[in-house]
């Protein structure tokens, strides 16, 4: 015992004079540097640094362990080293802790899980797909199939195919957005451009419906729009009549908008269809005494048709000695517009979730 002193002294000495890094030092160098860059990640890492540096078995314990080693005179910095490397282990472990704790506790507070959940609101159907869905249900009943065809597309299937002549005047009623670089290339006003596209690619009989939007060149306002939606119709096969095409829009009618419907055709004009006629069905808002919406004449124009023309069976390589149809187009939004008594279309392009969710629909 007597002895120990001195030789501990004289290793000192010994490693002071080769100019060695005295152990304890390094210690403690080693152990502030490992203390200061160690990655907290919760209560569990805070617990594993207290056992690793301050426990009973802590590295920092165990130096003090070590402590009484050292030479005396080097006792008061190394003593000063010590402690301050135990109160530094100490407050890093206490952050630690503290902040673990508190995200523990916010945690606990962000995630409930008895909480019931946030209901998710359920959409509903735009009243332009619900008058679409209804339309092209009915037809289905009575054979129609349902096709589709692009919205942009060239002069032949929107003009010329259906019997509008280059130059002829009623292209002026149609007027659209064409392309200027090729004025080939323009949207569709109208949904009988599909009329061509399946008669140029199948052969009668031909019982279809087309459902589409289509564009005109329309100033905007409560009663018309640069877009909206059609459903065209198509029925070519031997021996179809006019009075085919009257007892199918009937039922349609009727169907669409009630058994005690009455409906009525006036004689029009389309290039692409002869006979010609416009269907009006009786105002389903005063039923026939007259009032706003049907401008006090108590009938409401739905659709246009006619037979088909036969310069048009025979642009689309149908026989027209053999075949004949009847074609028609439904405007949507206009018969939306009467079913829902809504007065100005551009509602329905505006997306104002208010007037959206008044429709409901069962498909
Ligand atoms: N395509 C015509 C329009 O857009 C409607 C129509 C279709 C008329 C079919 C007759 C036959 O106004």
Redesign the pocket.
């Known amino acids: 015992m007597y002895f120990r002193i001195p030789q501990r002294n004289l290793l000192y000495s010994l490693l002071k004079l080769l100019n060695r890094p005295i152990p304890m030092k390094d210690k403690i160098d080693k152990i502030l540097k490992d203390i200061e860059s160690y990655k907290f990640d919760g209560k569990e890492a805070a617990e594993q640094f207290r056992l690793k540096y301050l426990s009973k078995k802590g590295q920092i314990t165990d130096l003090f362990s070590q402590f009484r080693h050292v030479a005396p005179e080097e006792r008061k910095t190394f003593g000063k080293l010590l402690n301050d490397l135990k109160n530094k282990a100490q407050s890093i472990f206490d952050e630690a802790n503290k902040q673990a704790s508190a995200q523990e506790e916010k945690g606990s507070t962000d995630i409930d899980l008895t909480r019931p959940s946030l209901s998710a609101p359920l959409g509903s159907r735009h009243p332009v797909s619900i008058v679409r869905n209804k339309m092209t249900d009915i037809f289905s009943r009575i054979g129609f199939t349902v096709e589709e065809g692009p919205e942009i597309e060239n002069d032949w299937h929107n003009f010329t195919a259906l019997n509008f002549p280059e130059e002829h005047p009623a292209r002026d009623m149609?007027d659209t957005f064409f392309i200027e670089k090729d004025p080939d290339i323009l949207l569709r006003?109208?949904?009988?451009s599909v009329q061509v596209r399946v008669m140029e690619n199948s052969q009668p009989p031909i019982r279809s419906i087309f459902p589409g939007r289509?564009f005109r060149n329309e100033a905007i306002s409560a009663r018309s729009h640069c877009i909206f939606h059609?459903v065209?119709g198509l029925y070519i096969d031997k021996d179809v009549s006019f009075a085919d095409l009257k007892q199918t829009l009937y039922y349609f009618a009727r169907e669409f908008l009630g058994q005690d419907t009455r409906v009525r055709f006036r004689p029009s004009y389309?290039p692409?269809?002869e006979p010609?006629a416009e269907m009006d069905v009786s105002c389903q808002i005063c039923h026939g005494k007259g009032c706003n919406v049907c401008k006090y004449t108590g009938w409401l124009e739905i659709?246009?048709?006619?037979m088909v023309h036969p310069n048009v069976l025979d642009f689309c390589k149908i026989n027209s000695k053999k075949y004949t149809g009847y074609?028609?187009?439904i405007g949507i939004e206009r018969t939306a517009m009467m079913m829902y008594q809504v007065k100005d279309i551009r509602l329905y392009y505006e997306n104002d979730i208010r007037f959206l969710k008044q429709f409901t629909s069962a498909i």
């Open positions: 149609q006003t109208h949904t009988s289509v059609q065209e389309f692409f269809t010609s659709l246009g048709c006619g074609a028609f187009g």
